[in-house]
């Protein structure tokens, strides 16, 4: 009994001495990271084969990481995220991370924000508030396309891991990395890892938004994906202005009168849609967005009904969605 009290007492000494000694405590946090990250963890230095590292470098922690994930990594509220331990080859460290508490946890983390920063990570070139839904399933099309299956986790819709566990898990990447430092890596992971198998450098600035947005939503609980057909532009949308857009790059396939005559329905098969026989008036605002933005296959229905998204502006999208709507209403 007395020896459980006197326990119970040093422990409580323990746990609420360093809180207000420590906390916000700069010489505090460098004393651990040299003590004792830096036996496993470089914090300076060239990036270098993992096959030489025990685990990841944080030279760039401190704009790599949004602060309240680094912050439950370090007081050991996160899974490992190399689900085969970082050294696969080696499996030595396969056991749990070192535990800070929350005070010192804090400390640290300011400590890194200030400390480990790295010039190359500028302000990303991809707003999420412009993110759409249609961009994230594009996002997870390259994410197939492009291996990042083969090498890192993510969840099915049953919530099932899938994909290879060779690298870190990326199901909750949204709520781990920062936009900023993820837009830099991606560019070139060379300049990071000699070891990864990343590679985006053969895609448009727009496929790049996409697979970088859509790493930004996973884990992200309730992610509010921005939804064009309510912006300003559909707001002030103008069926005349429409018709003269419908003029200039649908009636080619789509005829005068929206009869799928057009000069250039010959030779297609599906032929274009007969608009003039369509409720297109009753058509879900996001169909008929998406369809018109990113062309017939992001629908599901034949690729030769083109891709307005990069020709036509905001404005005009929305004036012939309006003219369609106004004008087909079916028979
Ligand atoms: C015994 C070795 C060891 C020590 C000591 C250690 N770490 Fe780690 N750390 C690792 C390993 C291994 C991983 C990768 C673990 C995993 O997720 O599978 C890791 C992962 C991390 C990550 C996530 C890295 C990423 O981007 O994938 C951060 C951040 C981190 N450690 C910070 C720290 C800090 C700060 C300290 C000191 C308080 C520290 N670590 C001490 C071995 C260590
Ligand atoms: C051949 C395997 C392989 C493929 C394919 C691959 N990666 Fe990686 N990826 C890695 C390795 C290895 C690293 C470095 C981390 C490590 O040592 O495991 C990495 C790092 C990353 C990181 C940074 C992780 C961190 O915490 O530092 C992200 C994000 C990432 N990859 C995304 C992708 C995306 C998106 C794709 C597809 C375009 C992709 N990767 C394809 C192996 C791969
Ligand atoms: C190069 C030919 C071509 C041009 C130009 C074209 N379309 Fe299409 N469109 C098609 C084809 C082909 C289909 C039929 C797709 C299918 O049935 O799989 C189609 C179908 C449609 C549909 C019906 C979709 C549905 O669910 O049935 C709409 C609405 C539409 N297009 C609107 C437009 C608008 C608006 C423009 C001008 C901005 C346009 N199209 C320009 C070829 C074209």
Redesign the pocket.
């Known amino acids: 009994m007395w020896r459980f009290l006197m326990r119970g007492v040093s422990l409580l000494v323990l746990l609420s001495v360093p809180s207000g000694l420590w906390a916000g405590d700069d010489g505090f946090a460098e004393k651990?990271?040299n003590s004792?990250?830096?036996?496993?963890?470089r914090f300076e230095g060239q990036p270098t084969s993992k096959f030489e590292l025990?685990?990841?470098?944080?030279m760039w922690?401190g704009v790599?990481?949004q602060r309240p994930w680094?912050i439950r990594?370090?007081v050991g509220q996160?899974?490992?995220?190399?689900?085969n331990?970082?050294?696969w080859d080696k499996s030595t460290?396969?056991g749990k991370?070192?535990v800070?508490m929350h005070e010192?946890?804090t400390a640290?983390a300011d400590y890194?924000e200030k400390t480990y920063r790295d010039s190359r990570v500028k302000k990303s070139f991809v707003d999420m508030s412009t993110f759409t839904e249609m961009e994230a399933s594009l996002g997870a099309d390259i994410y197939r396309q492009y291996s990042c299956m083969g090498c890192h986790q993510i969840k099915d819709d049953e919530g099932k891991n899938i994909g290879g566990p060779i690298s870190?898990d990326l199901f909750d990447a949204g709520n781990?990395y920062t936009l900023d430092w993820w837009s830099r890596f991606a560019e070139n992971p060379q300049d990071f890892t000699p070891h990864s198998g990343e590679y985006l450098a053969d895609i448009s600035p727009r496929k790049a938004r996409h697979i970088i947005g859509y790493l930004m939503t996973l884990g992200v609980k309730d992610f509010k994906f921005y939804e064009p057909w309510n912006s300003a532009a559909f707001k002030n949308a103008d069926a005349k202005r429409g018709g003269k857009v419908y003029k200039e790059y649908c009636v080619q396939c789509h005829g005068p009168q929206g009869k799928g005559d057009g000069p250039g329905a010959k030779g297609l098969d599906p032929k274009p849609a007969v608009h003039a026989d369509l409720p297109l008036a009753d058509y879900p605002e996001d169909y008929l967005y998406n369809l018109v933005y990113y062309g017939g296959k992001s629908v599901g229905k034949s690729p030769n009904m083109p891709d307005w998204g990069m020709t036509l502006p905001e404005q005009s999208l929305a004036d012939v969605i309006a003219y369609v709507r106004s004008t087909f209403k079916g028979q």
Request: hydrophobic share 40%; net charge positive; charged share 20%.
């Open positions: 651990i990271i004792q990250c830096k036996n496993c963890h025990k685990a990841p470098d944080l922690s790599k990481y680094l990594w370090l996160e899974s490992n995220l190399y689900p331990s970082y050294r460290f396969s991370h070192m800070l010192e946890a640290l890194m870190v781990r």
